[in-house]
């Protein structure tokens, strides 16, 4: 017996653009090139490179190793950095200090790294966590994180790192209204060119886990609140994200992130769609971690997840990607 086919079948064979590699990339719809990487780096006092335990082929790098890095990022063709720092123990306290030391850690690599490779974008975490010893984003007043007086100190943290030499100040600490509050600032300074990639909807997640080993944060919860949640968003909730980009936009944001990534896309997707602003997806720590987990095991193939994964966010329409696998993957790109 013979089955009558529904039609349209065969006049449309979706298989047929697919039987070469040659009319696969004639159809393809997105690419992915070394243009969309924003490298995620971190710097250290110390010297060399030292590894992080929880995130395999990330090491923290010395001032003198960012600027190599930068150089490399300029011949792979990675138009931009972000840098986050790890600060020694001893050198934090509850109001995150250091953070506007203008010859801290941060300073000293951006100079570094824009005396390497003048050409290549540096861009820098507006937030206290790296340097307070209770890990959170801001001041802690009557238990909870203080809005008004944390944009005091990340304006003065901002203004340290536009002096340096920073291009794209990136606020990633989930205060209301620390967008205008940088924005005038920079206005007042005079610094006209300065952009802001505002971390806009930015989730109470647990894929930073890996984050908090790397720049080595303080465990939450000893002095202030055990989690986050009381500035960053819920992972529940989309419509809320829309609102944080539209305040974000509105205060003068240049681009805007949705952070995490993968797990994020339908934000990103949103976004983009209501919005049509410059936006860029974060890669996280734990995004990075699982994937070389993953590999590590042998159930995965590392390589292709790598990519995969990065074009999943072109194809949900970011201009671009914060990520720990861009010289990985600029090279796999053949740059
Ligand atoms: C801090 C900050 C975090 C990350 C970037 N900036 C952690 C946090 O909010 O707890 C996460 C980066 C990553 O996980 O790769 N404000």
Redesign the pocket.
Known sequence: MTVAPLAPYPATRLRRVRQADWSRRLVRETTLTPSDLIW?MVVHEGEGRVPVASMPGVERLSVAECAKAAVEARDLGIPCIAI?PYIDGAKKDATGAMAADPDGVISRAVRAMKDAAPEVGIMC?V?L??FTDH?H?GLIKDGDIDNDSTIEKLVEQALVQTRAGCDILAP???MDGRVAALRSALESEGFQKTMIMS?AA?YA?A??????D??G?GKLGTLGPAD?KTY?QDPANTDEALREVALDIAEGADMVMV??GLPYLDIVRRVVDEFAMPTFA???????AMIMAAAANGWIDEQRAILESLGAFKRAGADGVIT?FAPRAARMLGA
């Open positions: 995620s986050f975490d937030a966590d790296p890990g984003d990633s600490d989930m971390y930015k997640s894929f930073y886990g890996p984050y908090r790397a720049i944060s986050k960053q952070k995490p974060f890669q996280v720590s734990g995004e990075y720990y």
